[in-house]
């Protein structure tokens, strides 16, 4: 027996995109009913995973004050304007002008309006000094990377805040409802039909809005679309975005939007026994330090630049590179020098997998290299460091060190014992490929036609990226255009 409820609007997801959709739509008055496909203690999509950062345009900490948290340290920060231009030009360089110039103004123009508008609702948001800034010699604090904002709570705190909001406006929130396949009547979607353990629920409705994630945890399609090898990869967030609301959208004609060979993915704790969606250590497993050390492959040789940019435009690909290494797996190497400015929610996290030696040939031999490999690739490394420049990891300090491939920025010197090796594989975090559809997230087929009934928004909704991007936008996208999902749902 298949269970009907009917609604004015269902929204199929519950991470940061379907909750800001829900509240949009509640907020004109209509009815919702929210369907996520996991139970209440795995609920959250991949928003829950993550540490909750959101880019977004601003004019300085001074634009900021009146709904940030309060922080004793405000007095002694610099938090330097982020404009549009710059937001833009963000977007146009990390997907090398692959992303959709109409989607990408909606978001640049909305994102901190639809945070201030999610604030008012009750979600809170503080500048994020423990993972975009650094202290400085005289302790004052400056922010970098053009993003500062996140959620109190991280992604924890984000969907906590999101649920309380979306059940004291009298949404109906159904956990552990699994959405198979859309229902079609005359051209025009009517309803979801979705398994509840071994029960059928069909939910009728005048619109439907897909944020159901990407494909990233099917290891099938993974291999399919990214190609061999990613079916190899760590999956960072929730188990559930296996692209089942995807398919059932191409199935009814929907065209594929954005790159479907490519996705967000970064270095991740390779050897932690419990090192896939992972609800108690989320985003702690991230390894996102890189920048003032060196990576190394099995080989003992560096691989890529791992300062060419600030981390939060070259960590969503750098997954990637590790990935096609020996083993796919690599190691962040670093001093004791260093060792102390790496981010403590990730680097002193419990149960790391980390090496600790007195000499770079002790290290060798504990993750497995070639002593004299590893020891000739840092040595070289020391040698061809630009000295003359002070390194400065709170800009782009152009401390170079001349070796092949360069290291650009922030090169400092492995000399000072002990020496530390944290082993690092690929988490994918979503995909970038989805479904197409215009500016206010409805559907569109192949002709460039709108589905009547069919709304899309979050990592579902394809255009915005291609093989990178900016950290901290994918959840500024969620809340944007769930937002007009919503209002017009």
Not at 138 to 152: A, C, E, I, P, T
Not at 346 to 372: F, H, N, R
Request: overall charge negative.
């Amino acid at each position: 027996m298949t269970e009907v409820l009917t609604t004015d609007v269902v929204v199929v997801g519950g991470g940061n995109a379907g909750f800001t959709a829900v509240h949009a739509a509640a907020e004109r008055g209509r009815s919702v009913v929210l369907l996520e496909a996991g139970a209440a203690d795995m609920a959250g999509g991949n928003s829950f995973y993550t540490a909750g950062a959101t880019r977004i345009t601003h004019d300085g900490l001074e634009d900021l004050r009146a709904w940030l948290e309060p922080d004793e340290r405000w007095d002694s920060t610099i938090v330097p304007p982020y404009s549009a231009d710059e937001y833009r030009a963000d977007l146009e360089k990390v997907t090398e002008g692959r992303n959709d110039p109409e989607l990408t103004e909606v978001l640049v123009s909305e994102a901190a309006d639809a945070l201030k508008w999610l604030h008012s609702k009750g979600l809170k948001y503080r500048l994020m000094y423990e993972r975009q800034a650094y202290s400085r010699a005289d302790g004052s604090y400056l922010f970098w990377g053009g993003l500062h904002v996140g959620n109190v709570g991280g992604g924890e705190g984000l969907i906590a805040d999101h649920t309380r909001v979306a059940l004291d406006a009298g949404v109906d929130i159904r956990y552990a409802h699994r959405a198979t396949e859309l229902i079609v009547e005359d051209g025009r979607v009517v309803g979801v039909r979705a398994e509840h353990g071994s029960e059928r629920v069909e939910v009728r409705a005048e619109s439907v809005v897909l944020t159901a994630g990407g494909f990233e945890s099917s290891a099938s399609m993974r291999e399919e679309h990214l190609g061999a090898g990613w079916e190899n990869a760590k999956v960072r967030g929730t188990p559930y975005n296996q692209g089942d609301m995807i398919r059932a959208g191409l199935e009814i004609g929907a065209a594929r939007g954005g790159d479907w060979n490519s996705c967000h993915s970064v270095q991740w704790d390779a050897f932690t026994a419990q090192n896939e969606s992972n609800r108690e250590l989320t985003n702690r497993l991230t390894r996102q330090s890189y920048p003032l050390g060196i990576i190394v492959n099995r080989e003992g040789e560096r691989f890529l630049d791992e300062g060419a940019d600030f981390r939060n435009y070259t960590y969503a690909k750098y997954g990637r590179e590790i990935l096609r290494q020996p083993g796919s797996v690599a190691y962040q190497i670093f001093d004791a020098e260093l060792r102390p400015q790496l981010r403590t929610e990730e680097y002193d996290m419990p149960g790391i997998s980390v090496e600790v030696a007195d000499t770079i040939e002790e290290l060798a031999v504990k993750i497995g290299i070639d002593p004299a490999a590893l020891s000739t690739t840092v040595r070289n490394f020391n040698d061809s460091i630009d000295r003359g420049k002070p390194f400065d990891p709170t800009v782009k300090d152009g401390r170079r060190a001349a070796v092949e491939p360069p290291k650009s920025n922030w090169a400092a010197a492995i000399e000072t014992s002990p020496f530390y090796a944290f082993g690092v594989t690929c988490g994918i975090t979503f995909t970038f490929g989805g479904l197409k559809s215009d500016t206010s997230g409805r559907v569109l087929d192949e002709q460039g036609n709108a589905i009547p009934g069919l709304l899309v928004a979050g990592e579902m909704l394809g255009g915005l990226f291609s093989n990178n991007y900016p950290g901290g936008s994918g959840l500024a996208a969620g809340c944007v255009f769930g937002r007009r999902a919503g209002s017009i749902a």
